[in-house]
């Protein structure tokens, strides 16, 4: 059975510390901004924590949620590129082709989750920080969109690995950057096809929640609500 | 790479075959420096090193792999094919980070291939504190530092200071020993990282020498006092593996987290309650909730307390903690018994914002750890684990001593920038006759140096380092394995040679000789090398039970267990001029503001704020109303010693009247990505020390707030994002 991807992040172990965001941009290759583009709202994060507060001083709350492309089932983002640049693959993972994009940008407009950024320039790095470029990700050009893609380069290099040694992907053997980084162990990474799989049996527990699960996109991330 | 996988590596690669993750096996030993001819194209290599970004020492990895780059040679572009490092996880096999990392950590790659790194060593050429140097070669450099040295030397040694960092290891143990030879005073560290107040709180109560180790893991119920110890504290990511365990990570066991703290740190909002406590309150706090155990006839373990403490407090006034921290007696009292009824409960107590009374709020926090008999129990406090090499610098406030100092040597420390300017650094820096700088960096203090000798960064270097909290006993070890991509020079080599040219009797401390009596049974020094270090047992903090261990404390010894003082802090500026406490506070990003200069730090959201490229002034909604301040509006906060300017953000979740800020920005020199960005909030804050450790009062400066214009603040998420300044992305 083909894999389906999904992921869990307990809220209750997540603080906020934002080690997933620094393990995406070393992982992925993401382009760094300046301080006039970022005013522009041109950084790119393809995992954030978004922060919300509940409650007046001083009973207040504040809480943080990792929040990432969520890899809908019905992806919003999908049926509007004119180029299929972006498309679903067999394992459910949106994927983004960045030599189809033509950059209508679209699909980020059409993302309920704010997740997808678009290259405004090339992206450019003072020399010698380009030494620290992974070269198993793409550079992405300028004029392209680009997004979380669930590391898949990592997925591949697993399940090649697998292959090479004849034997099923194990579960919780591939590991996004963010998962693999986070201290908290707050993410989990797996496939919902294995009903036996962390992944699936967070996702089922009574905590699991989807993010504006209302609009019917099917996220395939699950947040696990704080304890009580 | 998980656990399994490198265990894998480390463990193949001992019969001389490593297994690369990508499937394929190199039949080769990987040498401790790869070499050009060694690098295979797409291949990739991991190898063990140490995280030097701040005093946690966490046992990393690094993927090596080849990369091209360009150097010139005669003239001429060359391309040049080197190893490099593509990425840094945790070490899995490491207790302390145990395989995880945190995004300073990883942004540590930044600091390796910064393009404002020193490519060798400079001359001052311009007056000091202007920052004008001229290249210079290592011979000359080496020849002009030791004479003046030397001149030094001969007429007074002890006019010579060492400013180190806090981490401990073979670079601390070189310092010392070239001290020694010199007959110069031991190396001292005064920054705000070392904590110095968690350490000799320990030593007073305990007789433990070290930070002490919480075991929030095994724990049920935690009382977190003034301790930020998820953010940037001891050691963040040790405690938020913890954290996760102690939430999730036991079948129908959740731990309940209350933390008490002055501002709303990352602790306090993963907290399931948060206690605002007004500045310096914590000793009060932690008192009537002591007084409070005793009332209820919950204290476990009152024989373990000295008994004039105990009579203290039972003797507390428990209004006039109602009073001090706006926490009524009802919210107290159910605190004591959640505390008092818990199967392990624990109190978890720091000095994230040091105040004067901070001391005696540690103090207090572990007489009532006492009182709960958790010490030395699984899920209360554990003695630091021994030191299995020695050297940790000493803290002491070096202020004085930089007054009558003629030669400074400078690693690991920027006084420039971490200590206040109204204790005059500046003019003191730019009195020292001479001042020698390490750091990879031109920095703010560097500014002020005669000679700029840059160190390797930490990914290229030899180094063993001793953690600052570890379950076991640990020594995390990083051999060099790439090329050094510049003209720099370790300073234990640069050290050596000062030493051979002054003819000084002299040898500095590699891994290897002071790691030989480290090892224990059975490991060898090639093991500690493949697996990046030597531990005790190696482990994972959550897997293992901790074993009950002798507490060693000092108690009912009369005169070595302190009494309880219970004094109120002391705030520095006219309450009618200055009617707000000012908090700095370390940030997690920054730190102490060593890693600004990394641009994925600089682009990281705060936590707090979602700023970027420049940190924000705090201010609670009801005065910034009454003071017409909104988000983005550009701010002055002025104390009596100085003043500073920068974007303001109205933080729903601040406390009225504390004004709170993120240490990191506003360095004058620290490279292209941190210079005159933003301000530096340590420049405002009044002299004053917390009297017995000498440590910074962070939070001991009353300062003023006024709006200025409206200006910038720039903000990765804003609270509704659809309305922000751009449509979308």
Redesign the interface.
Same mark, same amino acid.
């Given at each position: 059975m083909a894999h389906r991807w999904g992921m869990a992040i307990?809220l209750?172990?997540?603080?906020?510390?934002?080690?997933c965001?620094? =393990?995406c941009?070393?992982?992925n290759n993401l382009p760094?901004?300046?301080?006039a583009q !970022?005013?522009?709202?041109? =950084?790119v994060?393809w995992i954030?924590?978004?922060?919300y507060?509940e409650g007046?001083?001083?009973e207040?709350?504040?809480?943080?949620m990792p929040v990432l492309c969520q890899q809908c089932d019905e992806a919003p983002c999908e049926p509007v590129c004119p180029v299929y640049a972006t498309y679903h693959n067999p394992e459910g993972l949106n994927v983004q082709v960045y030599n189809r994009c033509v950059g209508t940008?679209y699909c980020?407009?059409n993302c309920p989750y704010?997740v997808?950024?678009?290259n405004w320039f090339e992206p450019k790095w003072? =020399?010698? /920080?380009? /030494? %620290?470029?992974?070269?198993d990700v793409a550079i992405r050009p300028g004029g392209v969109m680009e997004k979380c893609t669930f590391c898949v380069q990592r997925i591949e290099?697993v399940k /090649?690995?697998a292959k090479?040694?004849n034997r099923p992907v194990a579960d919780?053997e591939v %590991?996004p950057?963010c998962v %693999?980084?986070?201290? !908290?162990? =707050?993410m989990v990474f797996g496939d919902l096809n294995d009903p036996e799989s962390k992944v699936s049996r967070l996702a089922s527990s009574g905590r699991a929640t989807r993010l504006l699960e209302e609009l019917g996109a099917k996220p395939k991330v699950f947040y696990?609500q704080r304890?009580k | 790479m998980d656990r399994r996988n490198f265990f894998k590596i480390v463990s193949t690669a001992s019969t001389g075959v490593l297994t690369g993750a990508c499937g394929k096996k190199l039949d080769r030993y990987v040498p401790l420096l790869v070499a050009e001819r060694e690098i295979v194209p797409g291949e990739e290599v991991w190898r063990p090193a140490a995280c030097g970004e701040c005093g946690a020492g966490c046992g990393v990895i690094v993927r090596v792999m080849e990369a091209e780059r360009v150097v010139e040679r005669q003239g001429d572009p060359v391309r040049e094919r080197i190893a490099t490092i593509k990425k840094i996880e945790g070490n899995p096999l490491d207790p302390v980070s145990g395989g995880r990392l945190c995004a300073r950590g990883q942004a540590a790659l930044q600091g390796l291939y910064n393009p404002d790194r020193l490519r060798g060593p400079l001359r001052r050429v311009g007056p000091k504190g202007k920052a004008e140097f001229a290249p210079t070669s290592w011979a000359e450099a080496i020849a002009v530092a030791a004479e003046k040295l030397e001149h030094v030397r001969a007429k007074d040694p002890s006019r010579i200071l060492f400013l180190t960092g806090p981490q401990a290891g073979t670079r601390a143990l070189t310092i010392a020993r070239f001290l020694e030879a010199l007959g110069a005073p031991p190396a001292v560290t005064f920054e705000i990282s070392d904590f110095p107040i968690e350490r000799k709180a320990a030593d007073l109560v305990f007789g433990w020498k070290g930070l002490p180790v919480y075991d929030l893991a095994n724990a049920r119920y935690v009382l977190g006092v003034g301790a930020d110890f998820l953010g940037g504290w001891a050691s963040p990511v040790f405690y938020a593996r913890q954290f996760g365990h102690f939430r999730q990570g036991r079948a129908d066991l959740r731990g309940r987290l209350t933390q008490a703290e002055s501002r709303m740190s990352i602790t306090a909002q993963a907290a399931d309650l948060w206690i605002p406590l007004p500045p310096g309150t914590e000793v009060l706090f932690t008192a009537a909730i002591a007084h409070l155990l005793l009332r209820e006839k919950l204290a476990r373990g009152p024989n373990g307390v000295p008994q004039q403490v105990v009579q203290a407090f039972e003797a507390f006034d428990v209004t006039r903690a109602v009073r001090a921290c706006g926490v009524e007696e009802r919210r107290l009292l159910r605190l004591a018994r959640e505390l008092g009824e818990s199967e392990r409960p624990l109190v978890m107590a720091g000095a994230s914002v040091v105040q004067t009374n901070s001391l005696e709020s540690v103090i207090t926090a572990h007489y009532l750890n006492l009182l709960l008999g958790n010490v030395g129990k699984p899920g209360g406090v554990l003695p630091p684990a021994p030191e299995p090499i020695g050297g940790r610098p000493g803290f002491a406030n070096a202020l004085a001593l930089l007054e009558r100092t003629q030669f400074v040597f400078l690693d690991g420390a920027n006084p420039a920038y971490t200590w206040p300017a109204s204790t005059g650094v500046a003019q003191k820096l730019e009195r020292v006759e001479t001042l020698v700088s390490f750091a990879p960096f031109l920095d703010d203090s560097g500014a002020y140096a005669d000679l700029l000798l840059p160190d390797h960064h930490m990914l290229e270097a030899t180094a063993a380092i001793v953690p600052a909290v570890a379950p076991v006993a640990a020594v995390t070890l990083a051999t060099q394995f790439v090329e050094p991509l510049y003209e720099t020079r370790a300073t234990e080599q640069v050290l050596t040679e000062l030493a051979k040219k002054m003819e000084l009797t002299f040898e500095p401390a590699t891994p290897k000789n002071v790691l030989a009596s480290a090892l224990t049974e059975g490991q060898t020094w090639e093991e500690a090398v493949r697996q990046g270090g030597v531990w005790a047992a190696a482990g994972g903090v959550e897997a293992e039970q901790p074993k009950p261990r002798k507490t060693g404390t000092r108690r009912g010894e009369g005169p070595t267990a302190p009494a309880l003082e219970l004094s109120a802090p002391s705030f520095f500026g006219d309450t009618s001029q200055f009617p707000y406490y000012f908090h700095p506070y370390p940030s997690l990003q920054f730190g102490d503001g060593r890693a600004a200069n990394l641009p994925w730090m600089q682009e990281l959201p705060d936590p707090v704020s979602s700023a970027m490229w420049g940190l924000p002034v705090e201010i609670d909604p009801q005065n910034a109303a009454r003071l017409g301040i909104r988000t983005g509006d550009l701010v002055r906060v002025e104390s009596a010693h100085g003043r500073l300017e920068a974007p303001a953000y109205v933080h729903p979740a601040a406390i009225p009247g504390v004004i709170s800020m993120a240490i990191g920005d506003g360095h004058r020199h620290f490279g292209r990505y941190a210079s005159n960005r933003g301000a530096n909030p340590l420049s405002i804050l009044a002299p004053v020390w917390e009297k017995s450790t000498g440590a910074l009062a962070l939070g001991a400066t009353r300062v003023r707030i006024t709006r200025l214009a409206s200006g910038r603040l720039i903000q990765f998420s804003v609270s509704d994002r659809e309305q922000g300044p751009w449509g979308y992305r």
């Open positions: 307990d209750d172990r997540c603080m906020g510390c934002e080690a965001v620094a =393990a941009h070393a992982e760094v901004s300046d301080p !970022a005013a522009k709202g041109r =950084a994060h954030r924590v978004d922060r507060y007046e001083f001083p207040i709350r504040v809480k943080y940008r980020g407009n704010s997808r950024f678009f003072t =020399a010698p /920080l380009e /030494l %620290q470029h992974n070269p290099r /090649l690995d090479a040694e919780g %590991q950057a %693999q980084s986070c201290p !908290a162990e =707050a696990l304890g | -």
